[in-house]
């Protein structure tokens, strides 16, 4: 067993607007309204790179930024997992296109955006950080995955490390084989130990099994996007988190293995910073 | 790190052949795989590590599903130097539940997709049919497959952080081990050509149109190649024979400068092999060989002698094998990790093919010629784009 401390939490979605505002839609207080993902522009890239970034790259930016400006913590000496079912679609479809056609002539720049670690490489140019960052991809498990190397990550250094977990969809043809309900990003900053800025305290166990009945606790209206969105997989967990009740959860991880996660909110610090 | 582990076993497949003996005979001969290219009709003039026969073997009938070049040369790999009987003694020893997977790949399958989007319908645009995204070009589908087909049932994910993930994995799989979520781990990757990089790399004017010759001062580029290597990580134990290599320490950071290029002063290098050295509890003067990432451009090979000379003084016998294999891109680490613990055992410093002369700019103690020398610690370098560092100290066990 892990244990674990949430500091930050970052969240973007189609109707969900970051973790304040998205808090009651996902504690089931308030309706939840669809409407397409808005991307807040990032303040961490220059104004020219802001327009140019895929979406991906702006999504990974304004989620962590929001996680880290919660956690109060500088992501400068932060090490970050950064956790993807399939990296940037637009990019790679700009390049399969490309070298279909007779002029099999690539763009520079969408070839070096087309690596799976791209927002990794962005997030520490834009946050001058030199700490250890990985990306990693586990299909439909990406997030669990991910959940799973950040916190052995926490535990194995004794230092603080940031989950940043992020999907977007193909276009057309890769959609068909590959479709995406919508592109959703979540960030977590976690502690190895509680802070003034802990919000819950989670245990996570990898237990052999298959997890058999739906995720029960998030709330139904956002089961399409749990359901059609690799790091939506997250939102039972960020349901929790809204309740701020304890509560036991498992997430799939791979088809014979479940993460189980025991959440344990902690009493509001004080003087909670950032928040 | 919480103490080394032991590499029990590891295979390897690059264009120098099929498993360790292959390699280390072509080390020793000093004799480069690099050939024209002339994959996928290339309309430019390169040279690369290209292996042979993939074509004409394909998956066994119950892993069909997962064909693809990236997986049969990760087959290949896992059928050499008696790997898959080491991972079979492992499996009953710790049961199939405690044996990770961590595997790195860049490109996994997308050579498949590649195929696919030439065959699109002309009229509505679909891909055709069995073309399978999860088992092929997905970047997962390499860490599933090596799973199915060592039958085991630990965690596992992929890791893709370009040219420094199959160094990576060594990280994550020392992690998992020192916190108990796995008793062993099979680390490592593959990577195998495709027009994405063959045309990236030559739309950013960095490859070479003849074989790549790495620290030379006229130097043009890289040359591409292709690898796949794994490796049993586990706790050292007597069971081990007295020439089994260890790793001791990795060591990870980013530039926080640039996509594709590295930092010109090498601080990211130089922070991995620092982080390195830390968590092995060594200081610089105990390394007897560093293995470098060394692809041949003019600002990489630059940077990395700058990180290497102000960390190591000009004092430790260094130089990069890509001339032997091409620079084989996210299964690099774990290929030049291979190589580093067969220079270990075979007590052998690998030279650096093609290269002619050290550029007159640099300072730090490249070897031109493999020589017989005994090596006892060897840091491994890899660095890719994004300003992903990962260094990596292997050591004797005794």
Redesign the interface.
């Given at each position: 067993m892990i244990r674990i401390y949430i500091e930050g939490i970052g969240l973007c979605g189609p109707g969900l607007n970051g973790w304040e505002a998205s808090r009651p839609v996902l504690a089931g207080t308030d309706d939840y309204e669809a409407s397409p993902i808005c991307v807040p522009a990032s303040m961490l890239l220059p104004a020219n790179e802001r327009r140019r970034a895929p979406q991906i790259v702006k999504i990974a930016l304004a989620i962590g930024a929001e996680a880290f400006a919660m956690a109060g913590r500088d992501p400068a000496g932060t090490a970050a997992v950064f956790a993807s079912s399939g990296g940037d679609g637009d990019t790679i479809h700009e390049i399969l296109h490309v070298l279909a056609s007779p002029n099999r002539e690539l763009s520079p720049t969408r070839f070096h955006n087309s690596v799976h670690n791209a927002a990794a490489g962005y997030w520490s140019i834009a946050t001058h950080s030199r700490a250890a960052s990985t990306s990693l991809c586990c299909y439909n498990d990406s997030f669990a995955a991910g959940l799973l190397e950040a916190a052995v990550q926490a535990a194995a250094t004794r230092e603080s490390v940031a989950l940043i977990a992020y999907d977007v969809q193909y276009p057309s043809p890769l959609r068909d084989a590959r479709p995406l309900a919508a592109a959703f990003g979540i960030a977590l900053v976690l502690s190895p130990a509680p802070g003034a800025a802990s919000i819950a305290c989670i245990e996570l166990e990898l237990r052999p099994g298959t997890l058999t009945s739906p995720a029960s606790d998030s709330p139904p209206e956002l089961e399409w996007l749990r359901q059609g969105t690799p790091a939506a997989r997250s939102l039972p967990l960020l349901a929790a988190l809204a309740r701020r009740e304890e509560s036991s959860i498992s997430l799939n991880y791979l088809d014979d293995m479940v993460l189980a996660l025991r959440i344990t909110p902690l009493p509001a610090s004080p003087n909670p910073r950032g928040a | 790190m919480?103490g080394p582990l032991a590499l029990s076993n590891f295979s390897i497949v690059t264009s120098l052949g099929a498993g360790r003996e292959q390699t280390m005979a072509a080390l020793r001969e000093g004799r480069s795989a690099l050939a024209p290219c002339a994959f996928d009709s290339i309309?430019f003039q390169t040279y690369a590590g290209e292996i042979t026969g993939l074509d004409d073997t394909p998956l066994q009938p119950g892993l069909a599903g997962f064909d693809c070049r990236n997986n049969r040369l990760a087959a290949l790999a896992l059928r050499q130097d008696g790997f898959l009987d080491t991972v079979a003694a492992a499996r009953e020893r710790y049961g199939a539940?405690r044996i990770g997977v961590f595997a790195g790949t860049?490109t996994s399958g997308?050579l498949q997709?590649?195929g696919a989007?030439?065959l699109?319908d002309p009229a509505s645009?679909?891909?055709p049919p069995g073309?399978d995204?999860?088992r092929t070009h997905?970047?997962?589908s390499l860490?599933?497959f090596v799973?199915e087909m060592l039958g085991l049932?630990g965690?596992?994910?992929?890791?893709?952080?370009?040219c420094a993930a199959t160094s990576?994995v060594f990280?994550?799989a020392?992690?998992?081990i020192?916190?108990g979520?796995c008793d062993a781990a099979i680390v490592g990757g593959a990577d195998t050509l495709c027009?994405?990089t063959l045309?990236?790399?030559?739309?950013?004017?960095v490859m070479a149109d003849e074989p790549c010759r790495p620290f030379d001062p006229e130097r043009r580029g890289i040359s591409l190649g292709e690898a796949a290597g794994f490796i049993l990580l586990e706790r050292p134990s007597e069971r081990l024979s007295a020439d089994t290599v260890l790793l001791l320490g990795a060591g990870?950071?980013?530039?926080?400068?640039?996509?594709?290029s590295p930092h010109p002063e090498g601080?990211?290098a130089r922070?991995a092999m620092e982080?390195a050295l830390n968590a092995a509890g060594l200081e610089p003067a105990a390394i007897d060989y560093i293995n470098l990432h060394g692809t041949a451009t003019l600002v990489g090979d630059a940077a990395e002698d700058r990180a290497v000379s102000d960390l190591f003084g000009g004092a430790v016998p260094c130089s990069s094998t890509k001339g032997f294999t091409g620079h084989t891109l996210g299964a690099s680490g774990v290929a030049e990790a291979i190589i580093s613990a067969l220079a270990i055992q075979h007590g052998f410093l690998p030279g650096s093919p093609h290269t002619r002369a050290l550029d007159p700019g640099f300072k730090s103690r490249y070897v031109l010629e493999g020589h017989v020398a005994r090596i006892d610690r060897v840091v491994s370098n890899s660095f890719?784009?994004?300003?992903?560092n990962c260094s990596l100290i292997l050591g004797r066990s005794a």
């Open positions: - | 919480s309309p539940g860049s997308i997709t590649e989007y030439r699109r645009g679909i891909l073309f995204y999860a997905n970047t997962y860490a599933r799973r049932a965690p596992a994910f992929t890791v893709s952080t370009a990576k990280a994550s020392a992690r998992m020192a916190t979520i027009a994405t045309f990236g790399f030559h739309a950013l004017g990870e950071s980013s530039d926080a400068y640039h996509m594709s601080s990211g922070l982080r890719g784009f994004g300003g992903v």
